[in-house]
């Protein structure tokens, strides 16, 4: 079943390789979407895709890259759209 996450990520994850992280960690899984820094010093991440490949994203990114430390992350589920055709890094 295909689905979508939105999915705020908080602690040490800028300036740490995050983004470059989960773009290759998403784009292996076959999950389409985007990852961004924020203001906040948070990462916003969109996931579309099988459910279980989206929630195999969630285990990765939870445990983060090696110089990163992950406090927190907020998983808001939602309809799957189909507006992604891969996975990025955007501004």
């Not at 999950?31 to 490949?53: H, M, P, T, Y």
């Not at 309809?79 to 990025?88: M, P, V």
Request: with cysteine; hydrophobic share 40%; proline share 2%.
């Amino acid at each position: 079943m295909n689905t979508r996450a939105h999915i705020l990520v908080q602690g040490r994850v800028q300036g740490v390789f995050f983004r470059d992280h989960t773009q290759k960690w998403a784009s292996s899984l076959g999950v389409c979407g985007w990852v961004k820094n924020l203001a906040n010093g948070q990462v916003e991440i969109l996931a579309e895709g099988e459910k279980d490949r989206i929630e195999d994203l969630i285990g990765l990114v939870r445990k983060g890259p090696p110089l990163s430390r992950v406090e927190s992350m907020d998983i808001e589920w939602a309809a799957y759209k189909g507006d992604n055709e891969n996975f990025r890094i955007t501004w």
